[in-house]
């Protein structure tokens, strides 16, 4: 029993340090990618090719002055993004990053922990990231800020109930909530995005929304609200507002390529373990790296589609998601249902 | 397999996640410098000078689709449990969901009908 809180507090501070390393370094990304798709250099100074920037930005955050503006609500100001980090840290748990692993001479599952009702208390925790903003944003007392946090809310919100629709049909063809299962049953047989494409389609665009990511970034949109809900806030308040939104996206990324595209398996994966002769945990090490590919190439996406589209109108937000989107979802549930009873699936 | 243990690791993650906040939002508070001035203070406003606060009513709009989200969101959890079980509960189980999500798209029909989720403009 030791050694399973042990495994557990060793996996818990690596996904931790993980998470962080990954948010720094996709703000690197970002400006890298943005550079690269505007035929200009981005940052290169810090280090060999700015490698280092990341490092510099966080020094920066952590040395400037904190401003609390005279006329916000303190304690609310302070919660705020406290509570944007803590939502975003807390979402990673249920990932299944991989197989077994053995430790100790113990089998354990390189997962934090699985929950039959994984996928609610998923959707349950991303909901509460939209507290952060909105306290965020209302405590600021600025009109910006409060512009930014509605339009927030109200974006979010709606683009949830199109996300949980989308699910519910995944979980139809997979029977279970448990995230670890998910992943497991997509070892031999096909990866989910073969029976549900509409579903990952329109659980993307929701995931686009949820993360307030361009072309949905209307809450922060610069070029008519300064910063949007964050507007007031300085120093590493900032930064954890910026960092919980990198780490969403990692999460993200993460659950999208755990629900769809088979998380840690890959093609081919036990002929291509038994060839190399490889043992339980550098299998499980195997299955992690590809499926820090996936995510990877994920949120690689998320940064192509931030610089490639432009900004939807808000109106245009609200109708792609309560009247496409929401009936779309619909349609999808219908059509599993339909599906799976033709093929014989049901009792 | 799931046993009250499996909800430990998430208390320890909780642990770990407050831990970093709290050290970083007391650490900025000791490592920034401290010049405070009355400017600097007041709530940004594009640089002009800050006029009322922003404590204003916005649009009833938003209450709407606060309201509309509520209403929702009830009936997709309803669907998840249905979900888990689809394929025990077999074709009684499909049809049974038909009529639920007929009478959900009714609803959202009347909704849509109403107006109550028209953000453009139509004059």
Redesign the interface.
């Known amino acids: 029993m030791e050694n399973?809180?042990l495994f557990?507090?060793i996996?818990?501070?690596a996904?931790?340090v993980v998470s962080l390393v990954v948010a720094m370094y996709s703000t690197f990304a970002e400006r890298k990618i943005s550079a690269l798709m505007q035929d200009r250099l981005g940052p290169n100074r810090a280090g060999p090719f700015g490698l280092l920037q990341p490092l510099a930005d966080g020094i920066k955050?952590?040395?400037?002055?904190?401003?609390?503006?005279?006329?916000?609500n303190k304690t609310l100001f302070?919660l705020g993004p406290?509570l944007a980090?803590?939502t975003a840290?807390?979402a990673?748990?249920l990932i299944p990053w991989g197989g077994k692993v053995e430790f100790m001479g113990k089998p354990y599952d390189l997962q934090?922990?699985?929950?039959?009702i994984g996928?609610?208390y998923i959707f349950g925790v991303t909901s509460l990231g939209v507290y952060g903003i909105m306290i965020g944003g209302w405590a600021?007392?600025?009109?910006?800020?409060?512009?930014g946090a509605?339009r927030a809310?109200?974006q979010m919100?709606?683009y949830?109930?199109a996300m949980?629709?989308a699910i519910?049909?995944l979980?139809?063809s997979t029977?279970?909530?448990?995230l670890g299962e998910i992943a497991a049953q997509q070892d031999a047989g096909l990866a989910n995005i073969v029976y549900q494409p509409l579903g990952f389609l329109i659980f993307l665009i929701c995931a686009f929304a949820e993360l307030n990511r361009a072309p949905f970034d209307m809450p922060e949109s610069e070029s008519e609200l300064?910063g949007g809900y964050h507007?007031?806030y300085s120093?590493?308040?900032l930064?954890?507002f910026l960092f919980a939104e990198y780490i969403n996206m990692f999460i993200s990324s993460a659950v999208i390529v755990t629900f769809y595209f088979g998380g840690y398996n890959f093609p081919f994966q036990n002929e291509i373990n038994e060839a190399l002769g490889l043992s339980t945990n550098m299998a499980t090490a195997l299955g992690t790296l590809v499926m820090f590919g996936k995510i990877f190439f994920f949120i690689f996406f998320f940064m192509w589609i931030r610089w490639t589209l432009p900004r939807f109108r808000?109106?245009q937000l609200?109708?792609l998601g309560?009247?496409s989107l929401?009936?779309l979802a619909?349609l999808n549930?219908?059509i599993t249902?339909?599906v799976?009873?033709m093929n014989g699936?049901?009792? | 397999m799931e046993t009250p243990i499996s909800y430990v690791p998430i208390l320890i993650q909780l642990a770990v996640a407050l831990g970093f906040v709290v050290t970083t939002i007391i650490a900025t508070h000791f490592l920034g410098p401290k010049r405070k001035t009355k400017k600097k203070l007041d709530p940004f406003e594009c640089g002009i000078e800050s006029s009322g606060n922003a404590r204003v009513p916005y649009s009833v709009r938003y209450f709407l689709t606060a309201i509309l989200f509520v209403l929702f969101d009830v009936e997709v959890i309803f669907m998840y449990p249905w979900a888990v079980n689809f394929k025990a509960l077999g074709l009684t189980g499909l049809l049974e969901m038909f009529l639920f999500i007929g009478l959900l798209l009714l609803g959202f029909f009347y909704v849509i009908k109403k107006g109550a989720l028209k953000w453009e403009d139509n004059n």
């Open positions: 399973y809180y557990k507090i996996l818990v501070v996904l931790f955050m952590f040395m400037k002055e904190e401003i609390i503006p005279n006329v916000s302070i406290c980090m803590t840290l807390m990673g748990v934090v922990t699985d929950l039959n996928v609610l600021s007392n600025n009109k910006y800020s409060l512009m509605i809310s109200a919100i709606s949830e109930i949980g629709l519910i049909a979980i139809m029977g279970t909530m448990s300064i507007t007031e120093s590493m308040k930064g954890l808000y109106d609200m109708r309560w009247k929401i009936p619909i549930i219908l249902g339909v799976m009873w699936k049901l009792n």
